[in-house]
Structures are given as structure tokens and as C-alpha cells.
């Protein structure tokens, strides 16, 4: 199964077009992703795609927060824990990292090497994406959209969250972050590009793995105890 947990969304007409080239493309489920200010929009238009979308692909939302202010980041996630299938931050920052890797409310940490020299990450942060089950996405348009020296930085930045990932086992998700049809690419394209970064064939099947059961834990969310443990019904 090949899930992308974050292809950008935009008004209803863009969505189909973007879900039937995934489809054609071999994508299984994708994810409509919103920053905060367009997300309320956007459930407007969910029963809609529900609809035209029923025989094509399955796909959900993912709440994307852009912000470097940590309090707003908190408050969003609060805000619409319930009503988004993945909410994910956009990363860079140093603090807004460790904010969310902290916090065991969001479910992924998108592109912490986001205009930075470095990954973004360490051992410490590591640990910690492991201990709050807080996954590190890697966004192929970085590299996709990028030349020369910057794209061999951005291919560099992968490699090493690759030996941290190694190291401790962290959540790992890939996604396309495609903004456009031209931006999708084959599932078999898709895989080839990460092979050639240095990931697995076993890697790269676990992390959809892990976006897969990002949606499933979160469709059980309110009955989850801890990871690993729900709360039942009592039966008659």
C-alpha cells in the first residue's frame, strides 16, 4: 500500500485533478494537506471529494502548522486534534523541533533541515521523536525542486537522519509535498529516489507502514489509553 500523507490541498476542482493523477500514478491514499488559516475551509469541501472520490483513491487531511510561535502551535493542535486524520509542523527552527517532537498530540515533525545547514535533529531529538512516537517526514519535492549545491545539501540532510533513524528507530514517513500534477511522480519513481539517498527496500515499505498507521491510530484516538492499548466497549 503507498501512502503520501501530504500533497498540498487547494479548492475542490484541484483536489480531483491532484487525487485521479495519484491514482493513475499507483497511490493508494493520499492526504490533502492545509495550514492552519485554510484548514476550517477545507472540511467544507470534504463531503464533496468523499463523494467524487469514493471509486478513485481513499484520502484524508492532514493539518499542516506553519509557525515559529510554540504557543500557537499548541493551540491548533489542540484545536483540531479531533477533526484532522494526521497533523503534522513544518519544521526548521530549532525550538519549534523540539516543541514538537515533545509533544505527543502531533503526529509528525515535517522537514526539520527546512532551511538549515544541518538535519535539524540529533541524538537528543531523536530520542525523543521515539519516546512521543512523533514521526520525521522527508519531502521529495525538496530534492525534486532543488539544484546543484542546495540539492546535494537537502540529499546530505537525509543521509543524516538516515543514521540517526538507524541508531534509534524513530517514526519515519516519505511524502511528495506535490503542489501540482507535475510535481507527482510513479510510486516506482518515488521508491527509486530514496533507494538512490541511501534507504532500503525494507526501509522505505516501513515508513509507508508508519503513515498507514498514523491514519489508523488516529481514527482511534479518543479510545487510546497509551500507544498500544484501547478502551472497549463493554459488551452484553
Known amino acids: 500500500m503507498f501512502f503520501d500523507l501530504n500533497i498540498k490541498g487547494s479548492d475542490l476542482e484541484n ?6 493523477e495519484a491514482s493513475k500514478y499507483g497511490w493508494n491514499h493520499i492526504n490533502f494537506s492545509y495550514n492552519q488559516n485554510d484548514f476550517p475551509k477545507a472540511l467544507d469541501i470534504k463531503e464533496d471529494l468523499e463523494t467524487s472520490l469514493s471509486d478513485v483513491i481513499r484520502f484524508d487531511y492532514t493539518l499542516e502548522i506553519k509557525s515559529t510561535n510554540i504557543n500557537e502551535i499548541r493551540k491548533n493542535v489542540n484545536k483540531y486534534r479531533n477533526k484532522a486524520s494526521c497533523i503534522s509542523v513544518v519544521g526548521g527552527d530549532l525550538k519549534v523541533n523540539r516543541a514538537c517532537l515533545e509533544n505527543v498530540k502531533i503526529d509528525v515533525l515535517s522537514r526539520p ?4 545547514f544541518d538535519a535539524g535533529i540529533n541524538q537528543v531529538l531523536a530520542r525523543e521523536a521515539l519516546r512521543n512516537n512523533v514521526a520525521i517526514e522527508l519531502c521529495f519535492k525538496d530534492a525534486l525542486k532543488s539544484y546543484l549545491s542546495h540539492r546535494s545539501k ?11 533513524y538507524r541508531k534509534f528507530d524513530f517514526p519515519l514517513i516519505l511524502s511528495s509535498r506535490a503542489e501540482s500534477i507535475f510535481d507527482i511522480r510513479t510510486t516506482h519513481d518515488f521508491i527509486a529516489f ?9 526501509e522505505i515499505e516501513k515508513a509507508f507502514g508508519t503513515s498507514h498507521n498514523i491514519l489508523k491510530f ?7 489509553m497509551f500507544t498500544g492499548v484501547r478502551r472497549l466497549d463493554n459488551e452484553a
Open 15 to 20: 483536489n480531483l485533478i491532484m487525487a485521479r
Open 113 to 116: 533541515y527546512l532551511k538549515r
Open 154 to 164: 537537502v540529499i546530505s540532510n537525509f543521509r543524516d537522519i538516515y543514521v540517526l
Open 194 to 202: 530514496f533507494k538512490q539517498t541511501g534507504l532500503t527496500d525494507g
Open 218 to 224: 488516529n481514527k482511534n484516538r479518543d479510545n487510546m
